[in-house]
């Protein structure tokens, strides 16, 4: 079979932020640089990250630091964040801003003209750089005309199905297929960056787009890499509950951020009874004069309705529980009682619109129906802090397909200033393996024409499974038993079931040509939902402790020794969405002492 050959120096695959960052940066050191992404340019789920850019710019409290930065995401990661990480992403995160700034990105503002910030969920001072609700969209829009300008191949619509190495384990290149045609396509690279996002459709209640079935996670696995914290995923804790039609579809956290408050069925502000002892109102005559209370002693200067996301989607989860949750399944968030309507329009217009055409419901005039779903994860391809390296030669990863940033729980915003810290030290460290490699490895055709065989197997079967009844079958799976509360009978249910899926799923059928054949691009898609599903659920069954995003039921506590390890996952027998895949703790790395010092200063 023919197959279309195209040769760069650098290809990143995927186009969201921590792509076409990574992208501009390997073209601005001259390299022939591609950008492969599997929908169109502009369209990447970075679009939907709506509240802000973490970055500490002191441009509302001058008290901020990136030590403080530092902290609060070290605390919000509950300690298991690869150290080096969060200190880069504290340090740079603000000249990352102003870059943006300076590319075109048009912030909101200060009275003074300077960039404003709003408070966010774990973060001690309001330090989200931010436009209105829409702050991805900005991202994207400036970050693509900055890739457009600098002359870098865009390919659209482009699936990869599979990472390609050469005889001495280098990245080679990649293989894959154009969705309008089905026809396939060979990418020849000496270096590549994977920035495809999250896995969030193997969930039944998500806020992630199509596009983000974890192809990143899993090709990096199957070519050699390892991947590190995957039982943490991070469930938002506000997601639309109703109407169905727009079930899961996210409501920033910047309405909590701007006023908004949480309510029971009783119409009462249930977050202080989720608060730590230390911290709760014990009397408060106003809700005004609790929320004094809660900043005055907890330092956090916001109230509980903005503890970290782990903590707010589990008092959710118990408020729905025992029975005073909203009519549909959630709670409500109120900011109508709050705000004045002028306010809310101006500065949450996206949520104003969206409840108004989506839900039919006035966030002006009445509340929301919310309830976690299924957002981010954690954990992801095992990197090198500074380059951003994997542990494949010549593969690199940033963005949310890379763990150890996080922790066990990722704090609004810090998506975001993740995506430009770590796309651009990815681009950097792509161009400089990619500039000292005299000719690219050789690509075996042998291997290419299996890959392809493989994805075109779907048609050559006259009888089958029904990739969309797999796809239902395994959502379910997931959402019910490796959701927000787990435990580990039911960890291993899922495993079993999920060796049930992988079975049906090498029988999978479809019908019809191959030119925008949606059936054959989900069939596509489930080896790697299926492979990145039984990572979460396996290390989740080991980490029998209860710790950020991970709660365990049958261990509700945090263990001090495994609060010392990551667990790490490979495989060591063998490639592929059918090989075995081992899992194993690694001590985190040791701090050094004046970074360890900041941990523990009280506030």
């Not at 020849?188 to 192809?215: F, M, P, Q, R």
């Not at 009874?273 to 709760?280: C, H």
């Not at 108004?356 to 954690?378: N, Q, R, S, W």
Request: proline letters at 4%.
């Amino acid at each position: 079979m023919e197959i279309e050959t195209q040769r760069y120096d650098v290809v990143v695959i995927g186009a969201g932020g921590a792509g076409l960052r990574a992208a501009i940066e390997a073209r601005s050191r001259g390299l022939k640089t591609a950008l492969v992404c599997k929908s169109l340019l502009g369209k990447a789920h970075t679009v939907m990250a709506e509240g802000g850019i973490a970055a500490a710019m002191r441009h509302v409290y001058e008290e901020d630091s990136w030590q403080v930065h530092f902290r609060d995401t070290m605390r919000g990661g509950k300690m298991l964040n690869n150290w080096r990480m969060a200190q880069l992403h504290a340090q740079e995160a603000p000249d990352r801003v102003y870059e943006l700034e300076a590319w075109g990105a048009l912030f909101d503002r200060t009275a003074d003209g300077r960039i404003l910030q709003r408070d966010f969920g774990g973060h001690r001072y309001a330090r989200l750089a931010h436009v209105g609700d829409r702050t991805g969209l900005e991202m994207i829009r400036t970050l693509q005309q900055k890739a457009v300008a600098s002359d870098i191949d865009v390919f659209m619509e482009c699936k990869i199905l599979r990472l390609l190495t050469d005889g001495d384990g280098q990245i080679a290149g990649a293989v894959g297929y154009w969705r309008p045609t089905g026809e396939p396509v060979l990418f020849v690279a000496k270096a590549i960056v994977l920035a495809t996002g999250g896995a969030g459709k193997s969930w039944k209640y998500t806020s992630n787009s199509w596009e983000c079935t974890g192809d990143g996670h899993a090709m990096a696995l199957w070519a050699g890499a390892n991947l590190i914290d995957m039982e943490f995923v991070q469930f938002h804790p506000t997601g639309m509950v109703w109407p169905l039609s727009v079930r899961g579809l996210l409501v920033t956290e910047g309405v909590r951020g701007d006023g908004g408050v949480l309510r029971n069925a009783e119409g009462k502000r249930f977050m202080f009874d989720y608060v730590a002892e230390m911290f709760r109102a014990e009397t408060a005559d106003s809700e005004e004069e609790a929320d004094r209370w809660y900043t005055d002693h907890a330092g956090a200067r916001r109230p509980p309705d903005l503890l970290p996301r782990d903590e707010v989607a589990r008092a959710i989860n118990a408020e729905v529980k025992a029975g005073r949750g909203s009519p549909h399944g959630g709670v409500f968030l109120d900011i109508a009682s709050r705000r004045s309507p002028e306010y809310i329009r101006r500065r949450l217009p996206s949520m104003y619109h969206q409840f108004m055409e989506l839900a039919g419901v006035d966030i002006t005039k009445e509340p929301m129906e919310v309830g976690p779903t299924c957002h981010y994860f954690m954990g992801g391809v095992r990197v090198d802090p500074d380059t951003a390296a994997t542990a494949v030669p010549g593969l690199f990863a940033a963005g949310e397909v890379a763990g150890g940033m996080h922790g066990s729980n990722r704090l609004g915003g810090n998506s975001l200033s993740d995506l430009l810290v770590f796309g651009r030290r990815a681009g950097a460290g792509a161009s400089d393996y990619a500039e000292g490699r005299s000719q690219v490895g050789t690509v075996d055709r042998a291997e290419v024409d299996a890959i392809v065989e493989e994805a075109m197997a779907p048609f050559a079967r006259s009888s089958g499974e029904n990739p969309y009844a797999l796809h239902s079958d395994l959502q379910e799976t997931m959402q019910s038993l490796v959701g927000i509360i787990r435990t580990g009978s039911e960890l291993d249910t899922a495993i079993e079931q999920l060796d049930v899926l992988r079975d049906r799923a090498s029988r999978v059928a479809v019908d019809g040509p191959r030119r925008y054949n949606p059936a054959w691009n989900l069939a596509t898609d489930l080896p790697a939902m299926l492979t990145v599903s039984r990572c979460v659920a396996l290390a989740a069954r080991e980490r029998k402790e209860s710790r950020g995003g991970h709660t365990r039921d049958d261990y509700p506590t945090a263990d001090p020794q495994l609060g010392k390890v990551n667990f790490v996952l490979s495989q060591p027998g063998g490639d592929g969405w059918s090989a075995e895949i081992k899992v194993a703790p690694e001590p985190i790395p040791e701090m050094p002492a004046d970074l360890r010092a900041l941990l523990e200063e009280s506030h």
